[in-house]
């Protein structure tokens, strides 16, 4: 029995790994705009691998707002609330709360379902880059990476990398500072994200999610970094319709 059990979880977990050597779609960072991304792509049919660095995906959902575990939407994000079932309430004023570990949860079971492979507890540590084009991606166990072991990564490549790694935006930090390549913002460069406004913040987030490189998207908190963008705090619209656009623009890309 012992024998079986672990046999079963190491051959499941190695054909999972083995087809996703080579995907259409790599998502850094399973927030939320890369989980409504991964949802999106995954139901359309493209092969997705999902990577977050942490135990569990969902990134800067859980923890609500200073920990109070609910985070706000307005009505304009219904529409992917409902495709996930989950669920919202009326604040009053067009705002509405939603339960931060329904949503989380949802997100996480929904991307699941729709056929995008999770891997967590690995970290994307460097990028492939070829013919001025983007790749695919470096990865490593987190542990590994946080105990400075020194262990050589793994590669999985992939038709378009999608940079959905929130604040730091560390996919196109790594290609700008690394490779040296301009990205598609103002400057060339990541320009930093701005102070706190919720109404401009939720536009630009949408605004600024695209395609940076060759095979390079942006999503999220991660666009809003790279173009400039205003930060917006516990409301969460524009981070699901970041996700469900960015999964437009790739699935045009990809023809699907
Ligand atoms: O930050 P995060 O939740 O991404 P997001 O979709 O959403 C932002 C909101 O949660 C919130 C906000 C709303 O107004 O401001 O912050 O932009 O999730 C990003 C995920 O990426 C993971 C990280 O652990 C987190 O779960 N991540 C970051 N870098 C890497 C990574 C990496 N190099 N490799 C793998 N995962």
Not at 123 to 139: C, F, H, M, N, T
Request: proline letters at 4%; glycine letters at 12%.
């Amino acid at each position: 029995m012992e024998e079986k059990i672990s046999r079963a979880i190491i051959q499941k977990y190695f054909e999972k790994l083995q087809a996703n050597l080579s995907v259409d779609v790599v998502v850094v960072g399973a927030g939320p705009s890369g989980m409504v991304a991964a949802h999106d792509l995954a139901a359309s049919g493209r092969k997705v691998a999902i990577f977050e660095r942490k135990l569990a995906p969902g990134g800067g959902i859980w923890g609500g707002g200073m920990f109070f575990n609910e985070v706000a939407v307005r009505d304009d994000a219904f529409p992917i609330l409902d495709d996930f079932g989950v669920g919202y309430h009326s604040a009053g004023d067009g705002y509405y709360t939603v339960d931060a570990v329904e949503l989380a949860s949802g997100l996480i079971f929904g991307a699941c379902r729709a056929g995008a492979s999770f891997f967590n507890a690995i970290s994307v540590e460097d990028i492939v880059l070829k013919d001025e084009r983007v790749a695919g991606v470096v990865i490593n166990w987190t542990p590994i990476t946080s105990l400075e072991m020194h262990v050589d990564p793994l590669v999985i490549t992939a038709r378009v990398v999608l940079d959905s790694t929130g604040h730091p935006s560390e996919i196109a930090e790594l290609a700008t500072r690394k490779a040296g390549i301009k990205i598609e913002t103002a400057t060339g460069g990541i320009m930093g994200e701005r102070p706190m406004w919720v109404e401009k913040g939720e536009v630009t987030t949408v605004e600024d999610t695209k395609m940076l490189y060759p095979g390079l998207y942006v999503s999220g908190m991660a666009a809003n970094n790279v173009s400039g963008g205003f930060r917006m705090g516990p409301i969460f619209g524009g981070m699901l319709k970041s996700g469900r656009k960015v999964a437009e623009l790739i699935r045009e890309e990809l023809g699907c």
